[in-house]
């Protein structure tokens, strides 16, 4: 029998998890839009992410967001997905509807809204260049593509999935791979850095020609851990951003998808940076 309570309850779910942030956003968004929920962070082992979101939507759970490392199994956990989540083959959204699990993933949404109006970069006609080509930019390639930029290229460490990659997505518009350390006299309007090289506290190294002059450069990364990487870029004159917009965009889809409200996001994004600060 599912537990019964007035407040529906929503959680997110990693390993770690402690760092998350997901609990303070969406307090700010319920507050904002008077919606009573309750969001809780949910630590579980590693190989057993199935077992605890069984349990969680069995005793009555609302809703789930889900991080590392973890997004794969949320997807394969759910009933049925959207289109977004079925082209990453990942999700970092669940709810629960007439008793079954639906999946989506809100990181390319929450990604392209920071990007073209939190911060009036324009996507279409940018030649666009991602590095990294694990679970963050699996997630963003169809909304970005969606952008009609001139070019994506993803580039990666291991040049074997970032081929993985682009062959998956080839059929919605013009991607290449090619690898990290290879890439060279092709500049670039839009450098997003979706690898975890950052939070090691090595920011991956591009040289200096990928950048095209008034290049914008993007860490999803956030907070310290994307100090060293977008450091380097203003050291370039190049205007840059870490990818806490983008955290707070992909939460106010998520409670937009839960809620059917949209939150405002602009004061969340500030509040969190002063205090960040
Ligand atoms: P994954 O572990 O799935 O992928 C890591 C990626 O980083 C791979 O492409 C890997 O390359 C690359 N990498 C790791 N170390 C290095 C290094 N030293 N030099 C070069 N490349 C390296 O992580 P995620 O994709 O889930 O996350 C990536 C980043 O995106 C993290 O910083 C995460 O916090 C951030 N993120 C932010 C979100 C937001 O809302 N702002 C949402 C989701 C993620 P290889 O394949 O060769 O191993």
């Known amino acids: 029998m599912p537990a019964s309570s007035s407040i529906d309850r929503y959680v997110v779910i990693g390993n770690p998890i402690a760092h998350s942030l997901s609990p303070a956003i969406h307090a700010r968004f319920a507050e904002q839009t008077r919606e009573a929920i309750a969001y809780e962070r949910m630590l579980v082992p ?14 009555g759970g609302a809703g789930a967001n889900v991080t590392l490392p973890f997004k794969v199994d949320a997807f394969e956990f759910a009933d049925s997905a959207s289109e977004r989540a079925r082209a990453a083959g990942a999700a970092n959204f669940l709810a629960a509807r007439d008793g079954h699990i639906e ?27 991602l590095v990294g080509a694990g679970g963050a930019a699996r997630g963003v390639v169809t909304p970005i593509l969606a952008r ?70 993007y860490d999803m990364a956030y907070g310290p851990a994307a100090d060293a990487f977008l450091a380097r870029a203003r050291e370039r004159q190049l205007r840059a951003a870490d990818g806490l917009g983008m955290l707070v965009e992909q939460a106010a889809e998520s409670f937009f998808l839960w809620r059917g409200k949209r939150p405002e996001t602009a004061p969340v994004i500030r509040e969190l940076r002063s205090s960040r600060a």
């Open 46 to 59: 590693r190989g057993e992410f199935a077992a605890h979101a069984r349990r969680f939507f069995s005793a």
């Open 103 to 129: 999946a989506d993933n809100t990181d390319g949404a929450g990604l392209v809204r920071d990007l073209e109006d939190n911060l009036g970069i324009a996507i279409a006609g940018a030649r666009v260049l």
């Open 148 to 217: 009609l930029p001139a070019a994506l290229v993803i580039a990666n460490r291991t040049l074997e999935r970032a081929r993985e990659l682009a062959q998956r997505f080839g059929d919605r518009g013009a991607v290449e791979a090619v690898a990290l350390d290879a890439i060279s006299g092709e500049r670039f309007d839009l450098v997003l850095n979706a690898t975890s090289a950052s939070v090691q506290g090595e920011a991956a190294a591009l040289p200096e020609a990928v950048f095209a002059p008034g290049a914008f450069v």
